[in-house]
């Protein structure tokens, strides 16, 4: 079996104030990096699984940082391309208790929004790959990157390479004069495995859950079922839905699990109670890349496949940054029970 998994999207400069501060209360902000795709490339280089990261950067100091830190973490950048004026900037806000995080996007005119279709080998780049994983973050930055991804998902599917998407709708990036329904469908009827909360999938696809009030805080993994059902039957190609369940009780104290449907058994995750969240951002990338390992690892071992992303992407929650800096060994240790956070002499 190929194991070799490659992601395609943006990597951006994450620019965040420090301590929970306003933006309008400090005049420091915290220079790290961060993207959807390229965090669940660093969460499977983790653990262990051979990941390759296809982008485009320009040619400069800031972009040459980035590629040395995504490799040292394991990721494979040779197929990064070069070119193009800037990176994107997002801008992040902390929030605490009851004041929500707020993210301001500076993605115009960066490096990947300017990606056209011809300019990356997709035949080279699916060289021994057996996974292909976009989120709808990228058809969201520009017309371009959507016919790229359109692009990469058709030459995925010409190699029966298993094709993944995390629906991530973001509607401060959908302003190219497409919305996300007119573009995502086509793009998800490629793909094998979706991820999506009810948010995702009714914006994404219009595709709606029944039964399912979120603004209470509380989900319930059977009334999700009914997304999952509409998923498999507008997408005939997808062989399994996934859905994260968070349970908001404030911006500092969450609840995490999820479901998986497979098109005859929900299979539900152990709930997990976050207290004291250190930094969410990130965690939706942290469980799908979870999830990958499980598929790849586990087999048809559905259950515990899902219980290692839901576990993962909790931890991911103590941990500062975009990416998920955890082993193989923590995550289980967890999935085996041991939340006590003692010591490891």
């Given at each position: 079996?190929?194991?070799?998994?490659?992601?395609?999207?943006?990597?951006?400069?994450?620019?965040?104030?420090?301590?929970?501060?306003?933006?309008?209360?400090?005049?420091?902000?915290?220079?790290?990096?961060?993207?959807?795709?390229g965090?669940?490339?660093?969460?499977l280089?983790?653990?262990g699984?051979?990941?390759?990261?296809?982008?485009?950067l320009?040619?400069?100091?800031?972009?040459?940082?980035?590629?040395?830190?995504?490799?040292?973490?394991?990721?494979?950048?040779?197929?990064i391309?070069?070119?193009?004026?800037?990176?994107?900037?997002y801008?992040?806000?902390?929030?605490?208790?009851?004041?929500?995080?707020?993210?301001?996007?500076?993605?115009t005119?960066?490096?990947l929004?300017e990606?056209?279709?011809?300019?990356?080998?997709?035949?080279?780049?699916?060289?021994?790959?057996?996974?292909?994983?976009?989120?709808g973050?990228t058809?969201?930055?520009s017309?371009?990157?959507?016919?790229?991804?359109?692009?990469?998902?058709?030459?995925?599917?010409?190699?029966?390479?298993t094709?993944?998407?995390?629906?991530?709708?973001?509607?401060?990036?959908?302003?190219?004069?497409k919305t996300?329904?007119?573009?995502?469908?086509?793009?998800?009827?490629?793909?094998?495995?979706?991820?999506?909360?009810?948010?995702?999938?009714a914006m994404?696809?219009?595709?709606?859950?029944?039964g399912?009030?979120?603004?209470?805080g509380?989900?319930?993994?059977?009334?999700?079922?009914s997304?999952?059902?509409?998923?498999?039957?507008?997408?005939?190609?997808?062989?399994?839905?996934?859905?994260?369940?968070?349970g908001s009780v404030?911006?500092?104290?969450?609840?995490?699990s999820?479901?998986?449907?497979d098109g005859?058994?929900?299979?539900?995750?152990?709930d997990?109670?976050?207290?004291?969240?250190v930094?969410?951002?990130?965690?939706g990338?942290?469980?799908?890349?979870?999830?990958?390992?499980?598929?790849?690892?586990?087999?048809?071992?559905?259950?515990?496949?899902?219980?290692?992303?839901?576990?993962?992407?909790?931890?991911?929650?103590?941990?500062?940054?975009?990416?998920?800096?955890?082993?193989?060994?923590?995550v289980?240790?967890?999935?085996?029970?041991?939340?006590s956070?003692?010591?490891?002499?």
């Amino acid at each position: 079996m190929k194991n070799k998994v490659v992601t395609f999207g943006e990597v951006m400069v994450r620019l965040a104030t420090p301590e929970h501060l306003r933006f309008n209360q400090t005049d420091r902000l915290s220079f790290t990096f961060g993207g959807g795709e390229g965090n669940v490339a660093v969460s499977l280089a983790n653990y262990g699984i051979p990941v390759s990261f296809v982008s485009r950067l320009p040619e400069n100091d800031i972009a040459e940082a980035c590629m040395a830190e995504l490799r040292g973490l394991g990721v494979d950048t040779s197929q990064i391309l070069r070119g193009g004026e800037r990176m994107g900037i997002y801008f992040l806000e902390a929030g605490a208790v009851s004041r929500a995080s707020k993210v301001i996007y500076d993605r115009t005119h960066s490096a990947l929004s300017e990606v056209s279709p011809g300019m990356i080998d997709w035949d080279k780049v699916f060289e021994g790959a057996g996974w292909f994983h976009w989120t709808g973050i990228t058809p969201a930055v520009s017309a371009s990157a959507a016919a790229v991804c359109k692009e990469a998902i058709e030459a995925a599917n010409k190699k029966e390479i298993t094709v993944s998407t995390d629906l991530n709708y973001r509607k401060k990036l959908w302003k190219y004069g497409k919305t996300a329904r007119e573009v995502m469908p086509e793009l998800v009827a490629g793909c094998d495995v979706v991820l999506g909360n009810e948010e995702d999938a009714a914006m994404a696809l219009d595709i709606h859950p029944d039964g399912v009030d979120v603004s209470t805080g509380h989900v319930d993994a059977e009334a999700y079922l009914s997304v999952s059902k509409k998923i498999m039957e507008q997408f005939s190609r997808c062989k399994k839905v996934i859905t994260t369940l968070r349970g908001s009780v404030s911006a500092s104290h969450n609840t995490w699990s999820g479901v998986l449907y497979d098109g005859s058994t929900l299979y539900k995750a152990p709930d997990y109670d976050i207290t004291h969240i250190v930094d969410r951002v990130g965690g939706g990338d942290s469980f799908m890349g979870g999830l990958i390992y499980g598929l790849l690892t586990y087999g048809e071992d559905m259950q515990s496949a899902l219980n290692f992303a839901v576990a993962a992407s909790c931890l991911k929650h103590t941990i500062y940054g975009d990416y998920n800096r955890v082993s193989v060994a923590e995550v289980e240790k967890l999935m085996g029970g041991d939340a006590s956070g003692r010591v490891s002499r």
